[in-house]
């Protein structure tokens, strides 16, 4: 089976920053997309940065330029550096991968349990 853990939420003033992490482990041959999705209450998930398997990026227009992706192969671990923080950040965040199990078998979706992120103005 494939454990997932998140860690680095928390509560954090506006301006502040925070850097997630979420490594993937157990059952997994290889992982190509890996994403951070967040919900807010009363909200739709909404993806908030990708990174594909050859390090190409992709953000939510709003945290364009206050966040950055990344990913350590090695260690089957993506991380998201929030920097500027806002109040309207503030939500439980969700990882996210495409991974196999052995080579040749279809890729699936594994999510982190979540973590949540308070911005207080």
């Known amino acids: 089976q494939v454990q997932v853990v998140e860690s680095g939420g928390g509560l954090v003033q506006a301006g502040g920053s925070l850097r997630l992490s979420c490594a993937f482990s157990?059952?997994?041959?290889?992982?190509?997309?890996m994403s951070w999705y967040r919900q807010a209450p009363g909200k739709q998930r909404e993806l908030v940065a990708r990174i594909t398997g050859g390090g190409s990026t992709n953000y939510e227009d709003s945290v364009k330029g206050r966040f950055t992706i990344s990913r350590d192969n090695a260690k089957n671990t993506v991380y998201l550096q929030m920097s500027s923080l806002k109040p309207e950040d503030a939500a439980v965040y969700y990882c996210?991968?495409?991974?196999?199990?052995?080579?040749?078998?279809?890729?699936?979706?594994?999510w982190g349990q979540g973590t949540q992120v308070t911005v207080s103005s």
């Open positions: 157990g059952r997994v041959f290889s992982i190509d997309a």
């Open positions: 996210n991968a495409a991974l196999t199990y052995y080579s040749g078998s279809p890729y699936l979706s594994h």
